[in-house]
């Protein structure tokens, strides 16, 4: 039970920072972005180059946020834990990565083509449609998840 507890908050430190690392990212490197991250009218305005940055950057700050909030919560609730049982606990909160393995050139298009598709859900967030994606949800399935549901679904509860 212990494990489980340490776990879940090792994955919301790691959303939360992962999120700022990559709007932080972002923003040193001196791209037009807002904080959240761009809706469809913004995403559809920059060129392929810029949207690619966008989501490399993205996943990369994500990805480095969440192993860095894995390590943080190891170290606090395993202290003396070293060798196979700390690689073992790094594992199991590592596989908890909200976007790990994907093709991000996909990733680009499938953003695209929901906002070209559905110029009535241009508001949506980009990031909130990365996580949607990464949860193995297809374009079309996102789309009737917020027809059905309104944008609470997407995640964010606005």
Known sequence: M?????CGIACVVALAVGAL???FYIRTARVDVP????NGDNWLRWSKSQRDFYVTAYVQGLMLG???GCESAISSALPLVDGPEKVAASNRCGSHNPL???DSIKLVD???EFYKGNPDERFVWASDILLKLHA????KQIHELYLRDGYGAMGRGR
């Open 2 to 6: 212990k494990t489980r507890s340490w």
């Open 66 to 68: 969440f192993s860095r």
């Open 110 to 112: 499938s953003i695209t």
């Open 21 to 23: 690392s990559g709007a």
């Open 35 to 38: 904080f959240a991250g761009p």
């Open 100 to 102: 790990s393995s994907h």
């Open 136 to 139: 193995g949800l297809s374009v």
